[in-house]
């Protein structure tokens, strides 16, 4: 049996994810503006959503490995590209 203040406390976890979700949308729509000031001081003409994607999923990649010498290496591949014609 649920005690006689859950629907008080659901109240407020309600009103509190909704004052998180409006302080991430806010920082989402200055992040947005931000990029969007900084692409045409750059000259460039893209969809800032997909801008700002990019940015995300490259802030997220690993570093590329640092260079190994050939001597390092174990595994060695060699490709020959023919011409098409």
Excluded: T, W, Y
Excluded at 15 to 34: G, L, P, V, W, Y
Excluded at 50 to 57: H, R
Excluded at 67 to 82: D, F, G, S
């Amino acid at each position: 049996m649920q005690k006689k203040g859950s629907v008080v406390d659901n109240i407020k976890k309600m009103e509190f994810e909704r004052e998180e979700r409006r302080k991430k949308f806010e920082e989402a729509k200055i992040a947005k503006a931000d990029r969007a000031a900084a692409n045409a001081a750059a000259g460039k003409n893209l969809d800032i959503d997909f801008d700002l994607m990019i940015q995300q999923a490259k802030s997220k990649a690993k570093p590329p490995l640092q260079h190994i010498e050939a001597k390092q290496m174990k595994i060695c591949v060699c490709v020959r590209k023919r011409p098409l014609s």
